[in-house]
């Protein structure tokens, strides 16, 4: 990873500060933050040494074989990833369908409904002061209307993607490391963007094309600004009924398991030392603290949650 790339980030982010404090532009002081926080992220990762594929590793394959062939066979794909750990493509990829769903559905329902509905949840959660709703409202709803609105969701979107997979990145490294394997960090990273890479790019499509094939009107802004593809336990359950069941459901489905598999052949063979057992061990690990963490939000911040 280049260093001048963070280094250029960092600058970029303290502009935008900048240009926020001394009121130039206004609403981008989380985004800046964020790109700091990204530039600072990638100057410290500029100084982790790939790893050494050794004399005996096979020759590198492209981005479009890696891509494509994680889908069917990922087996393969993760062991040319464990001498060669390049992620940017596939990167580039998951940022895509991201951002490209989430400008979508923005367009389908409207900056200014998001930014309504979303601003109820928050005052109906307590975050804004009663006196106070009505102007913060009118304005959430203002500022959706302006350009700079879209630019911040597409930053926020790959800055927060890339902060999220680096965190992941982390805790498979240390869960090899628990259970006795040996593995780079790199190699760690590639594990978390290609594992999660088939079943996000399948939920996107599937999501865009029932996005217009339904009504604008039954679309739950902040449920469905998720992802409108279900294939799990959750549909059992309504949300507002049963919100704890409804959420530990949507964990069990078939993208899940889908996701599962891929992450598991991830882990075993781009780690060294590592069984298929612990593989699998570290997946569910990681699922279940995944639940937990999302059942706390749930329990937390309700209304987001209904």
């Not at 100057?43 to 790939?50: E, K």
């Not at 979508?104 to 200014?112: C, K």
């Not at 240390?174 to 780079?184: K, Q, T």
């Amino acid at each position: 990873m280049r260093r001048s790339v963070g280094i250029a980030i960092f600058v970029l982010g303290l502009l935008v500060l900048l240009a926020g404090i001394l009121k130039v532009v206004q609403g981008m002081t989380g985004i800046s933050i964020l790109m700091i926080v990204v530039g600072l992220a990638i100057f410290g990762l500029s100084f982790i040494p790939q790893p050494d594929p050794g004399p005996d590793a096979p020759p590198p394959m492209s981005p479009a074989e890696r891509i494509i062939g994680v889908f069917y066979e990922p087996s393969p794909v993760f062991k040319n990833l464990r001498c060669y750990p390049r992620w940017l493509a596939a990167f580039l990829v998951l940022m895509l369908c991201g951002v490209t769903y989430q400008l979508a559905f923005t367009q389908r329902v409207t900056p200014e409904r998001m930014a309504a509905e979303t601003a109820d949840r928050r005052i109906e959660g307590g975050f804004v002061p009663p006196e106070k709703a009505t102007d913060y409202k009118a304005q959430l709803i203002e500022d959706a209307k302006l350009p700079v609105s879209r630019i911040k969701d597409v930053v926020g979107q790959i800055g927060g993607g890339f902060l999220f997979l680096l965190v992941l990145a982390g805790l498979y490294l240390l869960c090899v490391l628990a259970f006795g394997g040996r593995m780079n960090f790199w190699q760690a990273f590639s594990v978390a963007i290609y594992g999660s890479l088939p079943p996000i790019v399948i939920t996107t499509i599937l999501s865009l094309i029932l996005l217009y094939t339904k009504s604008p009107e039954d679309l739950d802004v902040i449920k469905d600004s998720r992802g409108l593809a279900r294939a799990d336990l959750g549909l059992l359950f309504a949300l507002a009924e049963h919100p704890y069941l409804h959420i530990i459901g949507s964990f069990i489905g078939i993208f899940s398991l889908y996701g599962w598999w891929v992450t598991v052949s991830g882990l075993h063979n781009t780690a060294t030392k590592l069984s298929k057992a612990s593989a699998w061990t570290i997946a569910f690990l990681l699922w279940l603290l995944g639940l937990v963490l999302v059942l706390i939000l749930a329990a937390i911040f309700p209304s987001f949650f209904r």
